[in-house]
T-cell receptor, first 114, second 113 residues
Framework: DAKTTQPPSMDCAEGRAANLPCNHS???????VYWYRQIHSQGPQYIIH???NNETNEMASLIITEDRKSSTLILPHATLRDTAVYYC???????????????FGKGTKLTVNP | DGGITQSPKYLFRKEGQNVTLSCEQN?????MYWYRQDPGQGLRLIYY???????QKGDIAEGYSVSREKKESFPLTVTSAQKNPTAFYLC????????????FGNGTRLTVT
């Protein structure tokens, strides 16, 4: 299984951009990078995913390096409600054409400070 | 509203008893999953199902059982054989196939004493 490495914790000032790094040096060519976040005692919330191009949606931007060995999740204007654990995950295909298995690490605890 | 419903949110059982956790989705998703989360840890896959009447073991299936008789339902039974059943259990679903995000329920916190 491809693994990811994230810093255990990060701090960010409210209103500033939060840049969360992730290393996935063993990623395969057809594996997507997913980002989820989890607020305490709730289920993880999907944020964004990508294969090799940069992606943007209403929540965040995902920047993937050209060699695909690392990526960065960007929250452009962090708010206090963005305080959560952020998981960077590489999708592992279980069977041909079947469902993916998401292997979760411990993630990065992001604290947004007022 | 479409989504995944897990019930109850908190569950307490005595050691030696089996307990079943409910997971229902109205997203018309083919694939469903059960994960377990321990304090300060990531999620670990227990079982998954890609289609009705079919399911596969995940990484930590011992002591657990599931059924998938209906598309919208994927109940998880924690049996007395599970050595450390106290945990936060999360159910998820997806359209299936590659490149499809998982949608999670809000979990059931099981405490066994």
């Amino acid at each position: 299984d491809a693994k990811t490495t994230q810093p255990p914790s990060m701090d960010c000032a409210e209103g500033r951009a939060a840049n969360l790094p992730c290393n996935h040096s063993t990623i395969s060519g057809n594996e997507y990078v997913y980002w989820y976040r989890q607020i305490h005692s709730q289920g993880p919330q999907y944020i964004i995913h990508g294969l090799k191009n940069n992606e943007t949606n209403e929540m965040a931007s995902l920047i993937i390096t050209e060699d695909r060995k690392s990526s960065t999740l960007i929250l452009p204007h962090a708010t206090l409600r963005d305080t959560a654990v952020y998981y960077c995950i590489v999708r592992v295909l279980i069977t041909q054409g079947g469902s993916e298995k998401l292997v979760f690490g411990k993630g990065t605890k992001l604290t947004v400070n007022p | 509203d479409g989504g995944i419903t897990q019930s109850p949110k908190y569950l307490f059982r005595k050691e030696g008893q089996n307990v079943t956790l409910s997971c229902e989705q109205n997203l018309n998703h083919d694939a469903m999953y059960w994960y377990r989360q321990d304090p300060g840890q990531g999620l670990r896959l227990i079982y998954y199902s890609q289609i009705v009447n079919d399911f596969q073991k995940g990484d930590i299936a011992e002591g657990y059982s599931v059924s998938r008789e209906k598309k919208e339902s994927f109940p998880l039974t924690v049996t007395s054989a599970q050595k450390n059943p106290t945990a936060f259990y999360l159910c998820a679903s997806s359209i299936g196939g590659g490149n499809s995000p998982l949608h999670f329920g809000n979990g059931t916190r099981l405490t066994v004493t």
